[in-house]
T-cell receptor, first 117, second 110 residues
Framework: GAVVSQHPSRVICKSGTSVKIECRSL??????MFWYRQFPKKSLMLMAT?????????EQGVEKDKFLINHASLTLSTLTVTSAHPEDSSFYIC?????????????FGPGTRLLVL | GQNIDQPTEMTATEGAIVQINCTYQ??????LFWYQQHAGEAPTFLSY????GLEEKGRFSSFLSRSKGYSYLLLKELQMKDSASYLC???????????FGAGTTVTVRA
């Protein structure tokens, strides 16, 4: 199946700093990528849809100035958590849609665990 | 809005069968997915149903009834490695967004 990578897998940062998370589709082109966050023992909550070459669309309640998304190429989307605070600590997961195969399935990256101290 | 319900937890014995139900009430429907997620890992794709009926894939099968807003995932010949959370997700029409249920934690006991 298609492979999606995320980097870093784990990051610890101080409150007030910014953290960038990369999501890459390794063997397919992804015109659309999605960013989710997941709290312990909870389900995935969609944060935003990342569209290659255009602005991301954010779900209700997600601050776009807080969570900056850039989708500069067909294989890379980045999520930057700006001025991170402890409440931003979470598991962030991206997924990518393989448009060439008909795009029926989203493939998930391995996730990035963020801890803000 | 989206409302997707599935049981919180299920326990079964190794070698047995477990059926995880998912009911949904959504503003639109363009397919239902089942994903498996082990603790601390990302979800992995199990199945996709867009038409009514049963889709079988090895030990796992998934069923959909669109008129009832209902799906189930059937896990046969359970193995210890099947202990995980199973997520039901409904895709919205036109934009490929997925709305997830809270997940069902399946524990397989020897």
């Amino acid at each position: 199946g298609a492979v999606v990578s995320q980097h870093p897998s784990r990051v610890i940062c101080k409150s007030g700093t910014s953290v960038k998370i990369e999501c890459r589709s390794l063997d397919f082109q992804a015109t659309t990528m999605f960013w989710y966050r997941q709290f312990p023992k909870k389900s995935l909550m969609l944060m935003a849809t990342s569209n290659e070459g255009s602005k991301a669309t954010y779900e209700q309640g997600v601050e776009k100035d807080k969570f900056l998304i850039n989708h500069a190429s067909l294989t890379l989307s980045t999520l930057t958590v700006t001025s991170a605070h402890p409440e931003d600590s979470s598991f962030y997961i991206c997924s990518a849609r393989d448009a060439a195969s008909g795009g029926e399935t989203q493939y998930f990256g391995p996730g990035t665990r963020l801890l803000v101290l | 809005g989206q409302n997707i319900d599935q049981p919180t937890e299920m326990t079964a014995t190794e070698g047995a069968i477990v059926q995880i139900n998912c009911t949904y009430q959504t503003s639109g429907f363009n397919g239902l997915f089942w994903y498996q997620q082990h603790a601390g890992e990302a979800p992995t794709f199990l199945s996709y149903n867009v038409l009514d009926g049963l889709e079988e894939k090895g030990r796992f099968s998934s069923f959909l009834s669109r008129s009832k807003g209902y799906s189930y995932l059937l896990l046969k010949e359970l193995q210890m490695k099947d202990s995980a959370s199973y997520l039901c997700a409904v895709r919205a029409p036109n934009d490929y967004k997925l709305s997830f249920g809270a997940g069902t934690t399946v524990t397989v006991r020897a």
